[in-house]
């Protein structure tokens, strides 16, 4: 279903808008003046990437540091810190908890008239 989320000028550059559609936490995006859409829940323990930083293309979750293409969801980087202090090598995968990398889910998103739109189906 294509629900108006927000407006373009809502989110600022490089930075991240919370919205709760159909039932979903969602994450809008805008990277290089353009707006994407995932869901707000991060594969590694469901947390908020809200605060998580962007740039290059890319989301880090703020909680383990794994990082996704906001463009595609595609996991780039999976728990390799714990509220933003890196961690060793041989710790990630205790961090991890047998989780394995995971893409986050991403909705395609349109703009008309200043408006941002979701498509939730
Ligand atoms: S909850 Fe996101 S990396 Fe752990």
């Known amino acids: 279903m294509k629900v108006q989320a927000a407006r373009v000028d809502d989110i600022a550059e490089g930075t991240s808008k919370c919205v ?71 710790s990630q995968k205790l961090v991890a908890m047998g989780k394995e990398p995971q893409a986050v889910r991403t909705f395609p998103v349109t703009v008309e008239n200043g408006s941002v739109f979701v498509n939730t189906a």
Do not use: Q, Y
């Open 20 to 90: 709760k559609l159909d039932g979903l936490r969602i994450l809008l995006v805008k990277e290089k003046g353009e707006i994407f859409a995932l869901e707000n829940k991060c594969p590694h323990f469901g947390l908020s990437m809200e605060k998580g930083p962007i740039s290059n293309g890319n989301i880090t979750c703020p909680w383990h540091g794994s990082s996704f293409d906001v463009k595609t969801g595609a996991n780039v980087d999976w728990v390799n810190s714990v509220a933003g202090i890196a961690l060793p090598r041989w």
